[in-house]
């Protein structure tokens, strides 16, 4: 069983940064693919980054490539979602999840273990 706590939502104005991190239970975290997934008011949860079982591969939504940048920590247990250059379309709760596969993920259903979520609001 992995147990996910988000942090490092705020509130920041149009091209402002944030750094969020996910910190993982248990013993076996890097067997674990992860992922960010977000879900703004009145919308579906929608896939934004996810990150290989090493780091070394990653895929990210077409909506935040080139701002938004996904890596993990094995030694801690930790992944993070760094956003630069944020819009105010990317208001929304982020949820961080594991899915006990090696390779990048990116559908919302192959996830097993979810987090509580962070909110995060830009403002213009």
């Known amino acids: 069983q992995v147990q996910l706590v988000e942090s490092g939502g705020g509130s920041v104005h149009t091209g402002g940064s944030l750094r969020l991190s996910c910190a993982a239970s248990?013993?076996?975290?890097?067997?674990?693919?992860m992922g960010w997934f977000r879900q703004a008011p009145g919308k579906e949860r929608e896939f934004v980054a996810t990150i290989d079982w090493s780091g070394t591969s990653t895929d990210y939504a077409d909506s935040v490539k080139g701002r938004f940048t996904i890596s993990r920590d094995n030694a801690k247990n930790t992944v993070y979602l760094q956003m630069n250059s944020l819009k105010p379309e990317d208001t929304a709760v982020y949820y961080c999840a594991a899915t006990y596969r090696l390779g990048v993920a990116t559908t919302s259903t192959l996830y097993e273990h979810w987090g509580q979520g962070t909110r995060v609001t830009v403002s213009s």
């Open positions: 248990g013993r076996t975290f890097s067997r674990y693919a």
